[in-house]
């Protein structure tokens, strides 16, 4: 049987880390940033790690 493909739109969506955790980045941050807080953009430049519900669809998309 042929090897799994890494799907390459999930590739440049998330990130792994050393550690193995799958990292993402956060809405809201692309656009109509003047109405929106400071403080609410700095934090959404973040990535964050995905949820628990998610993570074994994830793992199986980039061929973990």
Sequence with gaps: MPKMKTDRGAAARFKVTGSGKIL?????????????????????????????????????LLGI
């Excluded at 809201?28 to 403080?39: D, M, Q, S, V, Y």
């Design 24 to 60: 993402r980045r956060q809405a809201n941050r692309k656009h109509l940033l003047e109405k929106k807080p400071t403080r609410r953009t700095r934090r959404l430049g973040h990535d964050v790690e995905i949820s628990a519900g998610d993570r074994r669809q994830v793992r199986r």
